[in-house]
């Protein structure tokens, strides 16, 4: 009886593992659910009450940082069954010289914060996806960022990207921020005139998924780079594959068409 209980809450304990952002499910190997829409502007959603549910009953559940996904608090609170949190510490808000919680808690888009995350996963007993998280591994993988984009005027998106584009050099305007919610600013605006005036090539970095203005991308001139990534991406992709997927189109659009 004894042996037929431990091995019952063994295969509970490690059974299907659900996550609430794909690049969290990613950091796992093993059957992983995500039950949340896709396709939808991240820092607008709100869960419905069939994907509370679900998430509710799920018998393992990795929650996303909580300040890019709000709406999982309560869920956190309420829940019976084993949960996980990722946090980002302070070291790398130091780091980075920000007090942005929303763009950090982006963690698959900055080596170091997904190494992190996934070295505080290990003493969970869940099946983790392997990183090679080695000082050189990770030079090598940040060392062209600054040669790519430092002293270049970078428009992003919104503004995830923003420590991390600044941290290696670029002058950086964000279109909008990544807090959960928030709208255009008129101060985003003027500066983007302000940037425009110089008639120095700029660098737009467009996110899918994330809504831009039509009148803003209007304002894209002939002379500038457009580059097109997703940041969110999906299950099943390695852990680095944002990051190495934007290095390469940062690459093939610069050189291709290097600023004067």
Request: charge should be positive.
């Given at each position: 009886m004894r042996f037929i209980l431990s091995?019952?809450?063994?295969?509970?304990?490690?059974?299907?593992?659900?996550?609430?952002?794909?690049?969290?499910?990613n950091l796992f190997t093993g059957?992983?659910?995500?039950?949340?829409?896709?396709?939808?502007?991240?820092h607008?959603?709100?869960?419905?009450?069939?994907?509370?549910?679900?998430?509710?009953?799920?018998?393992?559940?990795?929650?996303?940082?909580?300040?890019?996904?709000p709406w999982a608090?309560?869920?956190?609170?309420?829940?019976?069954?084993k949960t996980y949190t990722l946090?980002?510490?302070?070291?790398?808000?130091?780091?980075?010289?920000?007090?942005?919680?929303?763009?950090?808690?982006?963690?698959?888009?900055?080596?170091?914060?997904?190494?992190?995350?996934?070295?505080?996963?290990?003493?969970?007993?869940l099946d983790l996806a392997e990183l090679n998280c080695s000082v050189k591994k990770l030079q090598e993988k940040?060392?062209?960022?600054?040669?790519l984009i430092g002293g270049k005027k970078v428009i992003i998106t919104h503004d995830a990207l923003g420590p991390l584009f600044s941290f290696y050099g670029a002058q950086v305007l964000a279109l909008v921020s990544a807090e959960h919610g928030y709208r255009p600013s008129i101060i985003t605006y003027k500066k983007l005139t302000d940037w425009q005036k110089s008639k120095e090539p700029i660098i737009w970095i467009l996110e899918k998924d994330i809504k831009t203005n039509k009148r803003i991308l209007q304002k894209i001139a002939s002379s500038d780079i457009k580059i097109k990534v997703d940041i969110t991406g999906n299950i099943g992709q390695d852990p680095f594959f944002i990051w190495d997927?934007?290095?390469?189109?940062?690459?093939?659009?610069?050189?291709?068409?290097?600023?004067?």
């Open positions: 091995f019952f809450l063994t295969f509970k304990a490690f059974g299907a593992i659900t996550c609430t952002h794909p690049q969290v499910c059957e992983k659910n995500f039950p949340l829409r896709t396709n939808v502007d991240p607008h959603f709100e869960p419905t009450l069939k994907e509370i549910k679900t998430l509710m009953k799920a018998d393992i559940l990795v929650l996303a940082p909580l300040e890019i996904s608090q309560k869920i956190a609170k309420k829940r019976i069954g946090k980002t510490p302070p070291k790398f808000f130091t780091k980075y010289q920000t007090k942005n919680s929303e763009a950090l808690a982006h963690f698959w888009i900055y080596p170091d914060i997904l190494c992190h995350q996934s070295k505080e996963l290990m003493g969970t007993g940040t060392s062209k960022l600054t040669k997927a934007l290095i390469k189109e940062l690459e093939s659009n610069l050189y291709a068409k290097p600023n004067p």
